[in-house]
């Protein structure tokens, strides 16, 4: 899946962006599958914002953004849910977990959103290589937060994608973890020629990015 990306700009945010400059916002510009994409920019600059709006959260921008050249903003009910579902998965800044659910529940609940993806030992496979195989039956809302940003990750490997829309997606993870949880991710989309959109604050190492674009 191709996502295109022209002229937008959030209409909240307009006249902060209007005067600095940006690769983004006002800019035309076309993702390709495959592509890992760095977007960096500093706090308040909106990158939740942008990963908003490329998922469909957010519609109160300018311009326009194509899922295979189509304008999502047409793409609604049942369409737009099984383009979720089979072309783009995403790591939430606010992870956006069911705390009353057990880590393994919250997993689950996208391993079989419509035809599982893959078998439920994928889930220990990859809780294991994360550290987290203690915790899988715990509810969410008991683990920490660097337990539940590793649930996160989990959660969104195990439904197909052709991206995978990650927000500050290693904000709680010490050095160690984030190695691990890197690994499992660069390796997951190279097995699905999948496209990586990370958002963050700062350089980093943590995958071979194809361009990075400052917000």
């Not at 921008?61 to 903003?73: A, M, Q, R, S």
């Not at 709680?172 to 990586?196: F, M, P, W, Y």
């Amino acid at each position: 899946m191709q996502i295109g990306l022209t002229n937008i700009v959030p209409v909240p945010l307009k006249d902060k962006f209007a005067k600095r400059g940006s690769d983004i916002w006002n800019r035309e510009l076309q993702f390709n599958k495959g592509e890992w994409i760095k977007i960096k920019a500093p706090s308040g600059t909106g990158k939740t914002t942008f990963a908003h709006i490329i998922y469909k959260l957010r519609s109160d921008y300018e311009g326009t953004v194509n899922w295979n050249g189509k304008d999502l903003k047409q793409i609604k009910g049942n369409d737009l849910a099984q383009m979720r579902q089979q072309n783009a998965s995403v790591i939430f800044q606010d992870l956006r977990l069911f705390p009353n659910l057990t880590a393994r529940e919250n997993i689950e609940l996208n391993r079989v959103l419509q035809q599982p993806f893959c078998d439920s030992t994928v889930i220990d496979t990859m809780a294991e290589n994360l550290g987290i195989t203690h915790i899988l039956e715990q509810r969410a809302g008991l683990c920490s937060y660097g337990e539940q940003q590793r649930i996160a990750i989990i959660r969104s490997l195990i439904q197909p994608f052709d991206w995978l829309i990650m927000d500050e997606p290693f904000s709680h993870l010490d050095q160690d973890n984030i190695a691990k949880a890197s690994v499992l991710i660069a390796q997951e989309c190279t097995k699905r020629n999948a496209g990586i959109i990370l958002t963050d604050l700062e350089d980093d190492t943590h995958f071979n990015y194809t361009r990075t674009l400052h917000l």
